[in-house]
Nanobody
Framework: QVRLVESGGGLVQAGGSLRLSCAASGRTFSRYAMGWFRQSPGKVREFVAGISRSGGSTDYADSVKGRFTISRDNAENTVYLQMNSLKAEDTAVYYC?????????????????????WGQGTQVTVSS
């Protein structure tokens, strides 16, 4: 079992930056691949970024490539999402997610069904 707690959301102007953090419980954080998803009112939850258990592989939604960066610190049991050049359309609740990576260390989950554990979400609002 993994418990995930997001933080760092808030209100920011378009063009600004925010860094989200996700703290995970447990002693086996390094065995979990991690991801960030987001959900706007009336829309399905969508993939934003994912990172392998080792941190060596990442993947991003096309809409955030070049603006967002996912990273992790396995010693601190934390995954981050650095968001730059924010746009109004980035406004959403952002969720951290995890799944136990049984296979190789390079696997990155890009679909909601890949993930077994979810945080409660943190609101990001970008004003235009």
């Amino acid at each position: 079992q993994v418990r995930l707690v997001e933080s760092g959301g808030g209100l920011v102007q378009a063009g600004g930056s925010l860094r989200l953090s996700c703290a995970a419980s447990g002693r086996t954080f390094s065995r979990y691949a991690m991801g960030w998803f987001r959900q706007s009112p009336g829309k399905v939850r969508e993939f934003v970024a994912g990172i392998s258990r080792s941190g060596g592989s990442t993947d991003y939604a096309d809409s955030v490539k070049g603006r967002f960066t996912i990273s992790r610190d396995n010693a601190e049991n934390t995954v981050y999402l650095q968001m730059n050049s924010l746009k109004a359309e980035d406004t959403a609740v952002y969720y951290c997610a995890a799944f136990f990576s049984w296979g190789g260390t390079a696997r990155v989950g890009v679909e909601r069904k890949d993930y077994d554990y979810w945080g409660q979400g943190t609101q990001v609002t970008v004003s235009s």
